[in-house]
């Protein structure tokens, strides 16, 4: 940590990694907080590439209207794999030394993280994030903007789905989001009553499921709603539904939720979080803190190091997978 905060006039703000509902609330949160102290803000279109094309676009108060309820990001995101050369960032930091910008705000998950400790580690140049991903994933904090709105979006689908479930007496697998992660899976699991739950974390044979879905059979259970997580794989509930059908001679629909998990409105939960960590963000910055994202532990804001993500992984509650297993008889 550096004490830069007295110096920091001028501040770049951007969405790095994948979208989620959400970020629009903490960039309007975070820039107006700056403005409103009188500092410069900048917004930087399309992630770390938007360094690099110097698509530094000024930011005042009126060009933060009607954002807080839009999911998405409307400075752009980017996924952007020159980052990862010591090179590119060294010429991130002049792009941005050269437009006086002192200091950057990054909203994103672990890899956009990673990326700022780079360049705090190798530029001593001043960076706070704030975790917003659909996923959950980041270590340090309890939740991350976007994740409370893409379970009620995909809970919502299972509700629905499991409308034509029971009435043709049918077995549901519904895979939801969440790359290496089960945070979706299990929550979504949970609250949506979901015979299992599959997830990266907790693997489970496909014969334990089989063996499951015939007791339940016996018992008169005709339908079930299966929830697995996508894991590296999309698609994995067709391996799945292909095995079941083998094991059993049952015809198990599949339904992938996708791409609408990541989009919508935010949740109140998720602009109230989104908000608060957009301001302490700015308190972390001009207090002098920096190499630091705010994380949120049982309610309260902190400051957790960029690099504690990087060193630990943070694992979907397995008392929600077992429980949703448990209270499915
Ligand atoms: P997320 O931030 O949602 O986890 P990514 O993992 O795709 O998404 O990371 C977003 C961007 O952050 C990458 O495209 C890259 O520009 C940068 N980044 C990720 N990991 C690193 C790293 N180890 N070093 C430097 N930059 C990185």
Known sequence: ????????????IFTSGGDAPGMNAALRAAARNLLHEGREVFGIIGGYSGILERNFQPLQSRSLANIIQRGGTILKTARCLEFHRPEVRAQAVHNLREHQIDACIVIGGDGSFAGAQAV???????????????????????STIGFDTAINTALEAIDRIRDTATSHDRIFIIEVMGRDSGFIASAVGLAGGAEEVFTPEYPMPVDQL?????????????????????????????????QIRKKMGLDPKVCILGH?????????????????????????????QCDVFVGVESGKLVAIPFEAPQ???????KDYVQLASMLSH
């Open 1 to 12: 940590m550096a004490q830069h905060g007295t110096q920091i006039a001028k501040v770049g």
């Open 120 to 142: 705090w580690q190798e530029h001593e140049y001043p960076m706070v994030g704030i975790p917003a991903t659909i996923d959950n994933d980041i270590f340090g904090t309890d």
């Open 210 to 242: 089989v063996e499951k879905l015939k007791s339940s059979a016996s018992k008169g259970k005709k339908s079930s709603i299966i929830v697995a997580a996508e894991g590296q794989k999309p698609g994995r509930a067709y391996d799945l539904a292909e």
């Open 260 to 288: 609408q998990q990541r989009g919508g409105p935010p949740t109140a939960a998720d602009r109230i979080l989104a908000t608060r960590m957009g301001c302490a963000a700015v308190q972390l910055l001009t207090t002098g």
């Open 311 to 317: 060193r630990n992984k943070k694992l979907a509650p």
